[in-house]
Every structure is written in structure tokens, then in C-alpha cells.
């Protein structure tokens, strides 16, 4: 969750949740996070790290840009959306993110819409930036038997309601913590 590619592949995972469009259309936003300057990557591998740019955006959204000079994404964007869920600790929000790439010559391009896949996971604030879990899912999994959600051969699980995405997303929250990715302030 490439996050710049459907949010670093579901920002570094082995499965996404998402939906087509928009489950927080109307929510109200939280924005926890300062802007500027941010590295990310795996947690177990701390000398591997992307560079990007973090910037308020309207909305209460933000805009997650791959800042890393002579890389082929450079430029490559996610905006993001978090919320506060009931149920959740006081530093653990949902977010929602949406691919929004700049156009580059050569590619086709495809602009973020209202009906543009968004991806779904937790994100937990810590002393130096943030961790996000996103859950996996497969067809035995528990998020994968609630009503309105469909699973792909590829571990993908795609929301049509934002109830059975907080119901999974709570229950994964209960489960412990395992960050796929870490952003850390440079």
C-alpha cells in the first residue's frame, strides 16, 4: 500500500482490502500526521527505506508523493483518508487511500474518481511516524464471510458496505499488531 502503486501494493502486503469507490463518503476526517518529509519501508529491514513527501491536501485528505530522485515512480501519488472508528485505540485509525499517479509520457492514464478503487487498512501513530497494518485476506478468512464482501483468487477481499469493513477492521485491530510498513519524519 507501489504506495504509490494502489497505496506501496496494498502498502506492502500479502493481501488488500478495498472497495470500488468510496466506503467514507460524507465521514468526517481526522489528520493526524504533520506534513513534510517521510521515509518508509519494511520494519524488519530498516536500511532499505523510499523517500517521500507528505502534504495536506482540501478535504482533511493528504497526498502521499514518491519523492525518491531517478526512480521510475518518482512523482507517483496516493491520497489519503483516515478516520476514527469506534471501538479503536486512540492512536489507531482506518485509512483509506486511492492512487492518484501523475501522467507520464507513453502511459495510459486514469484518474482518480469518485469510483476509483480505494484500499483499506490500520494505521497506528507512533513517537516517529507510523506504522499500517494491511490485512490479508484469503477465502477462509473471517473479513471474507461477511455479507457484502467478495474475494478474488488473488487474496483480495473488495467492501461493498462500510459496516462489514469496520467489523473486519475491528477485528483485526483485537488481533495484535504487525505492520507491513513503517514512515518515519526525515
Known amino acids: ?24 463518503e460524507g465521514a468526517k476526517t481526522v489528520q493526524p500526521f504533520a506534513a513534510g518529509k ?7 529491514t530498516p536500511k532499505k527505506r523510499n523517500h517521500f513527501l507528505l502534504t495536506k ?16 515512480d518518482s512523482g507517483d501519488a496516493v491520497v489519503l483518508r483516515f478516520f476514527a472508528a469506534p471501538g479503536l485505540p486512540k492512536d489507531v485509525f482506518v485509512f483509506e487511500a486511492v492512487s492518484d499517479d501523475k501522467c507520464k509520457p507513453g502511459n495510459i492514464c486514469h484518474p482518480m474518481t469518485a469510483k476509483s478503487e480505494r484500499d483499506y487498512g490500520l494505521v497506528r501513530l507512533t513517537k516517529t511516524g507510523a506504522e499500517v497494518a494491511s490485512p490479508g485476506c484469503d477465502k477462509a478468512s473471517a473479513a471474507a464471510k461477511l455479507p457484502g464482501v467478495s474475494v478474488s483468487d488473488y487474496g ?31
Open 1 to 24: 500500500m507501489r504506495i504509490c502503486a494502489p497505496l506501496l501494493a496494498c502498502l506492502l502486503l500479502a493481501g488488500c482490502w478495498q472497495s470500488e469507490g468510496s466506503l467514507y
Open 38 to 44: 517521510v521515509t518508509s519501508g519494511d520494519p524488519g
Open 57 to 72: 491536501v482540501s478535504g482533511g485528505a493528504y497526498r502521499l508523493t514518491n519523492n525518491d530522485k531517478g526512480s521510475p
Open 156 to 186: 483480495t477481499c473488495t467492501f461493498t458496505s462500510r459496516a462489514s469493513l469496520e467489523t473486519a477492521l475491528l477485528a483485526q485491530a483485537r488481533q495484535g499488531w504487525k505492520a507491513s510498513i513503517a514512515y518515519n519524519y526525515e
